[in-house]
């Protein structure tokens, strides 16, 4: 069983930018479908960006769609999140997910990490 371990969050000013990191162990990530999730106080988690296992194709949502860019590095076991002009309505907790490919890019992602914390000061 694939676990996932998020780094890089932290607190910022609108309109820097920061690289999220999620590092795999107990597995190969290439096997994977990879996304980035995030959850807001007081609203449900929702789907940010995700990647198909070779990192040819990337989805994204709407509102982070031109700003975030995800990648992946299958040989070092880590996918990455570029977040660049950031907005105080991207802070959330930030959680990285692996998915046995056949549920879809958006949801059913069948491993998470504990998350890491973004917030963007106005």
């Known amino acids: 069983q694939v676990q996932l371990v998020e780094s890089g969050g932290g607190l910022v000013q609108a309109g820097v930018s920061l690289r999220l990191s999620c590092a795999a162990s107990?597995?190969?990530?290439?096997?994977?479908?990879m996304g980035w999730f995030r959850q807001a106080p007081g609203k449900e988690r929702e789907f940010v960006a995700a990647?198909?296992?070779?990192?040819?194709?990337?989805y994204y949502a709407d509102s982070v769609k031109g700003r975030f860019t995800i990648s992946r590095e299958n040989a070092k076991n880590t996918v990455y999140l570029q977040m660049n002009s950031l907005k105080p309505e991207d802070t959330a907790v930030y959680y990285c997910?692996?998915?046995?490919?056949?549920?879809?890019?958006?949801?059913?992602?069948?491993?998470w990490g504990q998350g890491t914390q973004v917030t963007v000061s106005s």
């Open positions: 997910a692996a998915q046995v490919p056949g549920g879809g890019y958006y949801k059913d992602y069948h491993y």
């Open positions: 107990g597995g190969s990530l290439s096997s994977y479908v």
């Open positions: 990647i198909n296992r070779s990192g040819g194709s990337t």
